[in-house]
């Protein structure tokens, strides 16, 4: 007896861990904010570019193939000449191979946008996908920090164009050299204090979180938290922890006295000062555009890896709050951040290429413009659909279809089977469709149509008994076959 084939089973019909699909809302949503972004990038100069999603594990850099694993954090496979190739992590790498590779014909410096997905090979959680988009902006090419205060007041601007409210925002500037020349005052430079300095710029980064006393314990032996674990500290000395928390608490009510107590704290300190300088004159250029401390300010507790940056550095946090998922209440919290990074295309080339950027996380300010209403697609509104009640006269259904389309109205014709009008209503209201055209045999024979409009109709529905009582209240019209695309306007205008 032959043995029986063991069935295969089905896959599974999901998404794979840490990834997730998008459907027209959103996708909708997506493309209106990005699209109001792209156009305050555009009219400071900047060009888009596209780079494929997969780039060489050279021109990504910080990984090296392995063999099991070839990229830690990130999707990397083989390619078949034996080469590891992998999914970009962030749309900063690309633009360094760009610049490289086309270094003789792109004008210097370059400016450019990119907007799109990218790809982290990391542990999903909460909130937290593998796949995620960004939207960067970058000036290669030039060291002047006029085009550091460039990119902040240009990020300031794209955030009002997007939605978010100018008193729901803040741009934060500092400068790694200001820190470099506090811990240079504070002793912490040393070639075997690389940990210190680590704890240092983390415990810094937690301002907003823990506050000062949090902060303080942090730089000495280390603190527990409210659940009792323990975070080992910096173990600095006390002068050292006076020395950086007066870096901390350097803000003062301008950017002009900001800078002067950085100065006093500095000291001797010539990359502090040439970092105070920076930052002088990034207020002063803002100043002169219009951009005041109400929107943009020099704030020393920004740290944004400062491992990476190599002058200015930038982040810009929302200010209102929202509910979290434990139904408190919170600062929404940074949706953008960026800064000088002059060492990154230098991989390349073996010669230093100043750049400077700023990318904003689509996801988190999408969610903000949910929070605050302003996701600019209004009501995630659908076609106008007509519905088919005569598959006899599709021709016609088509052809009253393409009116409204040439009008600039979205529409479609109902393409699914059958020609009941329940089911066909019911497709409609799935659809988020604001109107359903009816015109059945009758209204045909009149030439008439039907316009129901569903939006108020939903209102009403619950009130009306009979269909007299629906056709005689105002969710629904009756009107000559040539005055459709004219109504319909009036009615979607409404």
Same mark, same amino acid.
């Given at each position: 007896m032959a043995k029986k084939e063991k069935k295969q089973p089905r896959p599974k019909a999901a998404a794979p861990r840490g990834f997730r699909d998008s459907f027209g809302? !959103?996708?909708?949503?997506?493309?209106?904010m990005l699209g109001k972004i792209a156009e305050v990038y555009h009219s400071y100069g900047f060009d888009p570019l596209e780079t494929s999603a997969i780039e060489t594990v050279e021109a990504l850099g910080k990984f090296l193939p392995d063999v099991d694993r070839p990229n830690e954090g990130v999707f990397g496979f083989q390619d078949d000449d034996e080469?590891?190739?992998?999914?970009?992590?962030?749309?900063?790498?690309?633009?360094?191979? &760009? %610049?490289?590779? *086309?270094?003789?014909?792109?004008?210097?410096?370059? @400016?450019? *946008?990119? /907007?799109?997905?990218?790809?982290?090979?990391?542990?999903?959680?909460p909130g937290r996908f593998r796949e995620f988009w960004q939207c960067d902006a970058d000036t290669v090419g030039t060291s002047t920090v006029a085009a550091d205060a460039e990119i902040c007041g240009m990020l300031a601007s794209a955030l009002e164009n997007a939605g978010i409210g100018r008193d729901q925002f803040l741009v934060r500037v500092n400068n790694r050299k200001v820190m470099n020349g506090v811990l240079e005052t504070a002793?912490?430079?040393?070639? $075997?204090? %690389?940990? #210190? @300095?680590?704890?240092? /710029?983390?415990?810094? +980064?937690?301002? $907003?979180?823990?506050?000062? +006393?949090?902060?303080?314990?942090?730089?000495?032996?280390?603190?527990k938290d409210d659940s009792g674990a323990f975070t080992e500290g910096a173990k600095l000395? !006390? !002068? #050292?922890?006076?020395?950086? /928390?007066?870096?901390?608490?350097?803000?003062?009510? +301008?950017?002009?006295?900001t800078? %002067?107590?950085?100065?006093?704290?500095?000291? =001797?300190?010539?990359?502090?000062? !040439?970092? &105070?300088?920076?930052?002088?004159?990034?207020?002063?250029?803002? $100043?002169?555009?219009? *951009?005041? =401390?109400?929107r943009i300010k020099i704030d020393p507790s920004v740290v944004r890896g400062l491992g990476y940056y190599t002058g200015p550095v930038y982040e810009a946090e929302l200010t209102f709050e929202v509910i979290d998922e434990k139904g408190q209440k919170r600062q929404f919290g940074s949706v953008a951040g960026g800064g000088r990074y002059d060492d990154l295309v230098k991989r390349f080339t073996g010669q230093q290429v100043p %750049?400077?950027?700023? =990318?904003?996380?689509?996801?988190?300010?999408l969610a903000a413009l949910s929070a605050t209403g302003r996701l600019g697609v209004a009501d995630a509104q659908g076609p106008v659909v007509i519905l088919a009640l005569d598959r006899g006269r599709m021709a016609h259904y088509q052809s009253m279809c393409a009116d409204l389309r040439n009008a600039?109205?979205?529409?479609?014709?109902?393409?699914?089977?059958g020609t009941n009008m329940g089911k066909q209503l019911k497709y409609a209201d799935k659809r988020a469709a604001p109107l359903a055209i009816i015109e059945g045999g009758d209204e045909a024979e009149r030439g008439v149509v039907q316009i129901k409009d569903l939006v108020l109709g939903s209102k009403l529905a619950e009130e009306i008994e009979s269909n007299e009582e629906w056709k005689a209240q105002p969710a629904q019209r009756e009107i000559p076959q040539g005055d459709l695309v004219a109504t319909v306007r009036e009615m979607l205008a409404r």
């Open positions: 809302a !959103e996708v909708e949503a997506r493309r209106a080469s590891w190739i992998a999914l970009r992590y962030d749309l900063t790498a690309p633009l360094a191979r &760009v %610049a490289a590779q *086309y270094r003789l014909d792109l004008p210097s410096p370059y @400016r450019r *946008y990119a /907007m799109g997905p990218v790809w982290r090979n990391e542990k999903p959680g002793n912490l430079m040393g070639e $075997d204090q %690389a940990a #210190q @300095r680590g704890i240092t /710029m983390r415990a810094i +980064d937690k301002l $907003d979180r823990l506050g000062e +006393d949090g902060v303080r314990a942090l730089l000495g032996a280390g603190r000395a !006390e !002068e #050292q922890a006076d020395i950086i /928390m007066g870096f901390v608490g350097a803000e003062r009510a +301008d950017g002009a006295a800078c %002067a107590r950085l100065r006093e704290l500095i000291g =001797s300190s010539e990359t502090g000062a !040439e970092g &105070v300088n920076e930052l002088e004159e990034i207020a002063s250029l803002l $100043d002169a555009q219009g *951009y005041g =401390s109400d %750049a400077t950027g700023v =990318s904003i996380g689509v996801d988190r300010l600039g109205i979205r529409a479609e014709v109902f393409m699914g089977g």
